[in-house]
């Protein structure tokens, strides 16, 4: 089988470039430029283009500009969706996983726009990039940034900042609420001093689980400190939890019986300090945390945790209701519910004070 011409490799890569949604926030690069970009002759880079205008991918407009097709069966005839996220959330989460399957599973093109300081110009550049479905991830919102989402408010989706009260839908995790459950587990198995370890950055999100652990102390006749030392934003929070943790310990001021951690990279960063100290887990002190289930499940021992469900059939709903299949005008939060709350891990020890409803 004979090698394809340059050209036509060319084209393909520009293709696999359109069908992944890379220009969607951005104009359709001139010949000279994907010359230069691709170090290709302009000669060769102008019979790629020729092939894509002939194949119905590209069109010159009445300004010569080249712009992508957008009729019936063409490349652009999906919805054209983003996710916009800080760089601090890694590649393999399950919220951005869920999102890229399922614009596949609807033949929509994706986009993912990582960016690193919240005045970022590509964090900008795509909130203004064309896209009809953005899911956006963000830490904290001052009135400006505020007042520019509400404008994309017909085609935003934030995750785990409820701005439904701007008309902004919003893909939740659980409700915090949900940490009374485990709160309520580690009760149940005798435990009564019950710290909490945070570094996440400031947020409401962090707030509230912060606000339904001090409510679930109070509601089960249990104790316990706080240990806030938030990171700045798009800092990684896992190594400064470990840090934490050691001046807690060295100062004599964990006398706690079990350690809730509000995320799963905190409660591993606390397994290894723990370690470090020969202070064992759980025989020593239980320790539980928020979410991440198969993170959790991974961790040695592996760690009991609040259960997040697959986030995969609200993320269908979403693309139902904005691709016009299956419409919901009115809903705009998108929250998970669990049968099963608690996914118990090695974790957690049943302590003499035990006090099972069955028992």
């Given at each position: 089988?004979?090698?394809?011409?340059?050209?036509?490799?060319?084209?393909?890569?520009?293709?696999?470039?359109?069908?992944n949604g890379d220009y969607n926030f951005c104009a359709m690069p001139g010949v000279?430029?994907?010359?230069?970009?691709?170090?290709?002759?302009?000669?060769?880079?102008?019979?790629?283009?020729?092939?894509?205008?002939?194949?119905?991918?590209?069109?010159?407009?009445?300004?010569?500009?080249?712009?992508?097709?957008?009729?019936?069966?063409?490349?652009?005839?999906?919805?054209?969706?983003?996710?916009?996220?800080?760089?601090?959330?890694?590649?393999?989460?399950?919220?951005?996983?869920?999102?890229?399957?399922?614009?596949?599973?609807?033949?929509?093109?994706?986009?993912?726009?990582?960016?690193?300081?919240?005045?970022?110009?590509?964090?900008?550049?795509?909130?203004?990039?064309?896209?009809?479905?953005?899911?956006?991830?963000?830490?904290?919102?001052?009135?400006?940034?505020?007042?520019?989402?509400?404008?994309?408010?017909?085609?935003?989706?934030?995750?785990?900042?409820?701005?439904?009260?701007?008309?902004?839908?919003?893909?939740?995790?659980?409700?915090?609420?949900?940490?009374?459950?485990?709160?309520?587990?580690?009760?149940?198995?005798?435990?009564?001093?019950?710290?909490?370890?945070?570094?996440?950055?400031?947020?409401?999100?962090?707030?509230?689980?912060?606000?339904?652990?001090?409510?679930?102390?109070?509601?089960?006749?249990?104790?316990?400190?706080?240990?806030?030392?938030?990171?700045?934003?798009?800092?990684?929070?896992?190594?400064?939890?470990?840090?934490?943790?050691?001046?807690?310990?060295?100062?004599?001021?964990?006398?706690?019986?079990?350690?809730?951690?509000?995320?799963?990279?905190?409660?591993?960063?606390?397994?290894?300090?723990?370690?470090?100290?020969?202070?064992?887990?759980?025989?020593?002190?239980?320790?539980?945390?928020?979410?991440?289930?198969?993170?959790?499940?991974?961790?040695?021992?592996?760690?009991?945790?609040?259960?997040?469900?697959?986030?995969?059939?609200?993320?269908?709903?979403?693309?139902?209701?904005?691709?016009?299949?299956?419409?919901?005008?009115?809903?705009?939060?998108?929250?998970?519910?669990?049968?099963?709350?608690?996914?118990?891990?090695?974790?957690?020890?049943?302590?003499?004070?035990?006090?099972?409803?069955?028992?």
């Open positions: 089988m004979a090698p394809q011409l340059k050209y036509v490799q060319i084209a393909e890569q520009l293709k696999r470039r359109i069908e000279p430029k994907l010359a230069a970009e691709i170090g290709v002759s302009y000669l060769t880079a102008r019979q790629a283009v020729q092939k894509l205008i002939t194949d119905g991918v590209l069109y010159r407009a009445d300004n010569s500009r080249l712009e992508i097709c957008n009729r019936p069966g063409s490349l652009r005839s999906a919805m054209k969706v983003a996710f916009i996220h800080p760089i601090n959330v890694t590649s393999d989460s399950v919220w951005r996983n869920a999102i890229c399957k399922t614009a596949g599973e609807f033949a929509c093109s994706f986009r993912e726009i990582v960016y690193c300081h919240d005045a970022d110009p590509l964090l900008y550049e795509g909130l203004a990039g064309g896209f009809d479905l953005i899911f956006l991830q963000f830490d904290s919102a001052d009135p400006l940034f505020l007042e520019k989402l509400r404008k994309l408010s017909d085609r935003l989706v934030t995750l785990f900042h409820d701005l439904t009260r701007y008309g902004i839908r919003c893909l939740d995790g659980l409700n915090p609420a949900a940490i009374d459950e485990l709160i309520r587990y580690l009760y149940e198995r005798g435990h009564r001093r019950i710290d909490c370890l945070n570094t996440q950055p400031a947020s409401p999100t962090v707030d509230a689980r912060i606000a339904q652990w001090r409510a679930s102390l109070k509601k089960h006749g249990c104790t316990g400190r706080l240990h806030n030392d938030p990171v700045a934003p798009f800092v990684w929070s896992m190594p400064h939890a470990y840090d934490v943790l050691n001046g807690v310990i060295a100062r004599g001021e964990l006398d706690a019986d079990a350690l809730f951690c509000l995320t799963t990279p905190i409660a591993r960063a606390a397994l290894r300090c723990f370690h470090e100290h020969a202070i064992r887990v759980p025989e020593d002190i239980s320790v539980v945390s928020w979410g991440e289930t198969e993170e959790a499940r991974m961790a040695i021992p592996s760690l009991t945790t609040v259960d997040m469900p697959d986030p995969a059939p609200m993320i269908r709903q979403i693309f139902g209701h904005y691709l016009g299949s299956h419409p919901q005008p009115d809903r705009l939060l998108y929250r998970s519910a669990a049968s099963d709350v608690i996914r118990p891990g090695e974790s957690v020890k049943e302590h003499p004070l035990a006090n099972h409803p069955s028992k």
